[in-house]
């Protein structure tokens, strides 16, 4: 069965260092791996996706996030931290063996709390 | 180019009534997938709709639950009759055939008391 970890519910970072989000997924095949950010009181937005190709992904807002696959590890990272980037950020996979209109799993959400 | 929206934003209800919420999926979005985040929990699927089809409905928790995508553009989903354990948010998503990424709606927050 598909499963997404991720494993801190929080993680706090001050303004102007770099964060890491971690997550590691579980699928039977090759997966198709997302992550999405909730920011409060609105809707998930996507930030990024590793379909196949190079394991270094780039997506919205400066935010980055490296494929391992012999760590089945799929962790967000951003160089330099804003205080605007504290919300709750979710990871999610699917099996790339089924079809790709297929749903998604998530993670249980990390909440990034940016100090000024 | 207006995002999915759902409808209402919130909603509290006592056990036993019924609500409806709608979502309206981004135009030309074949495939239309419900899903729940009940408190503190992971976001669980509840159903897909390419058009007005019914592709996979596994994550529907029982038959108080009944969705429609009534000419395969807008969507409800009725909860009747609400439970307790029914409360959470209640997202929308919608893709474009083929497209990986599913762009999602802002929620509705249901609170059964």
């Known amino acids: 069965a598909q499963s997404v970890a991720q494993p801190e519910d929080q993680v706090n970072v001050a303004e102007g260092n770099p964060l890491t989000v971690k997550c590691t997924y579980s699928?039977?095949?090759?997966?198709?791996l997302f992550w999405y950010v909730q920011y409060p009181n609105r809707g998930l937005q996507f930030l990024l996706k590793?379909?196949?190709?190079?394991?270094l992904v780039k997506g919205s807002y400066g935010f980055e996030a490296e494929f391992n696959k012999s760590q089945t590890s799929f962790h967000l990272k951003k160089p330099s931290a804003l205080v605007s980037d504290s919300a709750l950020y979710f990871c999610?996979?699917?099996?790339?063996?089924?079809?790709?209109?297929?749903?998604?799993?998530f993670g249980k959400g990390t909440r990034l709390h940016i100090l000024p | 180019e207006a995002g999915v929206t759902q409808f209402p934003s919130h909603s509290v209800i006592e056990k036993g009534q019924t609500v409806t919420l709608r979502c309206d999926p981004i135009?030309?979005?074949?495939?239309l997938y419900w899903y729940r985040r009940v408190m503190g929990k992971e976001i669980k699927f509840l159903l897909h709709?390419?058009?007005?089809?019914?592709?996979?409905e596994s994550g529907m928790p029982n038959n108080r639950f009944l969705a429609e995508r009534t000419g395969g553009t807008y969507s409800t989903l009725k909860v009747q009759p609400a439970e307790l354990e029914d409360s959470g948010v209640y997202f929308c998503?919608?893709?474009?055939?083929?497209?990986?990424?599913?762009?999602f709606g802002p929620g509705t927050r249901l609170t059964v008391t």
């Open positions: 590793y379909i196949t190709g190079d394991n």
């Open positions: 699928v039977s095949g090759n997966p198709y």
């Open positions: 998503a919608s893709s474009f055939r083929g497209l990986y990424e599913q762009y």
């Open positions: 135009s030309g979005h074949d495939n």
């Open positions: 709709f390419v058009k007005e089809s019914k592709q996979d």
């Open positions: 999610a996979v699917r099996d790339k063996r089924v079809n790709r209109d297929d749903k998604i799993i």
